[in-house]
């Protein structure tokens, strides 16, 4: 095929002209792909025809509508310089950076200086692999906005994907993120048994100017999910490096995202929340949490059963796992914690839920309940606790589980000898009482300790004193006790 002199890639009109049997074939190959895209798990995606017709009506879908003169010239020579395929500027991204000036118009991009510390917009790795569309072999593909975007549009079994995407939703993210060309496979993750499910619908994100509770609702209309671009921009975020997120701050990797804050009321009460867009990266605290309340909260409409987030972890609640503040025992000793944690530390969402395997950050998807790094079971049957569970992650295993230790070991526990015969080692350790029968997890609106009683084996009633207190469980009768050291 020759081309034009003007337009190198382009062939003369009357050599373009499509031969008369192609709409049979265009036809055909539509049909096809369609066929293959609804057997899939994803809809394939696949480069439309791009002649004329089919290209007007494609942009006509999709959000460069009628702006073909914003990247062609219809004539080469009323510019300086010839580019290929009549673009007014070089193949780069800087062509897009021509229209895409406004921080954050879009939702999510926000300036090019932003992108370059991107690892999408910095390394030579970041390059599409193929095989749908067809992997990037240009010298300079590397970084490039058309890894991920057709200027002109894609379409699949469903239609014309949105955002000018290769593939839709978490395809085009997994296409990469799967251990080539990223070196971190969130993709085996994200299908485990217990995962963020966004792989499990299609259609309900909206884009990154999602704002309402109702975006993340499951009533009156369902819209629940969590595609990736829910907790990572591909225009901001970045790796953390060296430089890990300290006290309650989100990880870089989460940066350019929206999340929900709170300002918490008295014990037990419902917070009120402030919705602050990801173009905010100012506000403080930005914070891991907040991220999370998005969906575990009752900002929105959760599904039926599943807890209120920001109501347990208050820090005015008697009790909680210091997410959002440093926890109420300040005093406990470190040696009843693991290497690495105290009494004032603050724990994180991703402290206890992410992968199983330990090497991908994130709560993409466990082989635990919960999507638990370790095990852990929401049950008060009496069984046997290893030190491989979730709770031991931070909480000795010697002092609170192992009735073996010195007293010593087990003293670090308030309730524990020697001050008592019998505490948290003999319960656990000899009478297989796990940790769910006695206390809750993430926060308590009512009850010290994170304690919960109506367990069986369990508590019935406890009452706290100054040195200890008075607790009647199912298995034997009340009994006082008088704490290791004060609170």
């Known amino acids: 095929m020759n081309e034009s002199p003007r337009h190198p890639g382009l062939a003369p009109a009357a050599i373009r002209t499509t031969d008369k049997r192609m709409p049979l074939f265009w036809a055909g190959l539509f049909l096809l792909v369609a066929l293959l895209g609804l057997v899939a798990a994803r809809p394939l995606s696949f480069r439309p025809p791009r002649n004329p017709a089919a290209l007007e009506a494609l942009l006509a879908a999709g959000p460069h509508a009628g702006e073909c003169d914003r990247c062609h010239t219809a004539h080469g020579g009323d510019q300086i310089t010839v580019y290929p395929n009549a673009l007014v500027g070089p193949d780069d991204n800087t062509l897009c950076q021509g229209c895409h000036l406004t921080p954050w118009s879009g939702g999510s991009y926000a300036t090019n200086n932003l992108y370059l510390g991107t690892s999408h917009g910095s390394k030579t790795s970041m390059i599409w692999p193929g095989p749908t569309p067809p992997a990037r072999i240009e010298p300079d593909a590397a970084t490039k906005c058309v890894n991920c975007h057709d200027p002109h549009g894609w379409t699949d079994a469903l239609g014309a994907i949105p955002s000018l995407l290769l593939q839709r939703e978490e395809a085009t993210c997994l296409a990469c993120h799967d251990g080539s060309p990223a070196t971190i496979n969130v993709n085996t993750d994200i299908r485990k048994t217990y995962r963020h499910p ?218 524990n000898p020697g001050a008592i015969s019998q505490g948290h080692a003999y319960h656990v350790g000899t009478r297989q009482v796990s940790c769910y029968s006695c206390h809750v997890t993430h926060g308590s609106t009512s009850r010290a300790f994170l304690l919960v009683t109506g367990r069986n084996p369990g508590i019935n009633t406890f009452t706290q004193t100054t040195n200890g207190g008075t607790c009647a469980p199912t298995c034997h009768g009340s009994e006082s006790y008088t704490v290791n050291y004060a609170r």
């Open 198 to 415: 966004a792989t499990d619908y299609n259609g309900r994100h909206t884009g990154p100017k999602e704002s309402l509770p109702s975006d993340f609702a499951t009533t009156p209309v369902s819209r629940r999910h969590s595609e990736c671009v829910d907790c990572h921009n591909p225009h901001v975020s970045r790796g953390d490096g060296s430089f890990a997120p300290t006290g309650v701050a989100a990880s870089k990797n989460n940066l350019g995202v929206s999340r929900v804050s709170v300002v918490n009321g008295v014990a037990g009460s419902r917070p009120l929340y402030l919705f602050i867009p990801g173009s905010d990266t100012l506000t403080t605290p930005n914070a891991e949490y907040q991220l999370c309340f998005k969906c575990h909260s009752t900002w929105t409409t959760q599904p039926t059963g599943q807890t209120d987030f920001a109501t347990v972890l208050n820090p005015a609640n008697p009790s909680f796992h210091p997410v959002e503040a440093a926890g109420r025992n300040a005093n406990i000793r470190a040696g009843a914690f693991v290497t690495g944690w105290t009494a004032t530390s603050i724990t994180r969402c991703g402290s206890c839920h992410g992968s199983d395997f330990g090497t991908v950050d994130g709560p993409h998807g466990s082989t635990y309940q919960y999507i638990l790094k370790k095990p852990y079971t929401a049950s008060p049957a009496r069984r046997t606790m290893t030190s491989t569970e979730i709770c031991f992650s931070c909480h000795d295993w010697n002092v609170y589980a192992n009735n073996a230790s010195t007293t010593t070991v087990k003293a670090y526990s308030r309730f």
